[in-house]
T-cell receptor, first 113, second 118 residues
């Protein structure tokens, strides 16, 4: 089955700095990669996603890159703000089966004002 | 759009009680619903996947007689924790996904249920 590794587990940055979270996956059939943000005690919320036919996608301060050959994808947050502090999860989903997502272990992002 | 409602948000009950958690998709038809368990500072652990009108598929190590899942309609799935014990205390989150047509679709999560068994 699919295995998703996510790093780092904790990331501490100063307000205004950039933050990068990286994930690798093992199943070459995976072709959809969503990212979720979960604030303490709340639901995970989809913040951006990318499909395997695209190498990069950007939405304001958030961008995701995908390298299919290396089987890794990354979340980039620029000009971080304290409200970006949360746990971020990456996921990988393969088509052609039951489309069950495999989540990474999560990254706790702390943005210091 | 894509709102998922989960109730109750918090349950505190005595050991041996059965607890039912509801997950509803409010503005779309959820062909598939997922139930997760999340321990503090950990990732989402998939418990089971349910498709409307069929039996749920449980992940390895999850007791199907302990965690009963019903997905009787395209907008409602329920998880019943039977004879709950303190070790069942956790944060349970459901998610719902519409029909896969072209490519994959994201899941949409409920607010979660904090279950505390005394």
């Amino acid at each position: 089955g699919e295995n998703v590794e996510q790093h780092p587990s904790t990331l501490s940055v100063q307000e205004g700095d950039s933050a990068v979270i990286k994930c690798t996956y093992s199943d070459s059939a995976s072709n959809y990669f969503p990212w979720y943000k979960q604030e303490l005690g709340k639901r995970p919320q989809l913040i951006i996603d990318i499909r395997s036919n695209v190498g990069e996608k950007k939405d304001q301060r958030i961008a995701v890159t995908l390298n299919k050959t290396a089987k890794h994808f990354s979340l980039h947050i620029t000009e971080t703000q304290p409200e970006d502090s949360a746990v971020y999860f990456c996921a990988a989903i393969a088509s052609g089966g039951s489309y069950i997502p495999t989540f990474g272990r999560g990254t706790s992002l702390i943005v210091h004002p | 759009g894509a709102v998922v409602s989960q109730h109750p948000s918090r349950v505190i009950c005595k050991s041996g009680t059965s607890v039912k958690i509801e997950c509803r998709s409010l503005d779309f038809q959820a062909t598939t619903m997922f139930w997760y368990r999340q321990f503090p500072k950990q990732s989402l652990m998939l418990m089971a996947t349910s498709n409307e009108g069929s039996k749920a598929t449980y992940e390895q190590g999850v007791e199907k007689d302990k965690f009963l899942i019903n997905h009787a309609s395209l907008t409602l799935s329920t998880l019943t924790v039977t004879s709950a014990h303190p070790e069942d205390s956790s944060f349970y989150i459901c998610s719902a996904r519409g029909q896969i047509t072209i490519g994959n679709q994201p899941q949409h999560f409920g607010d979660g249920t904090r279950l505390s068994i005394l």
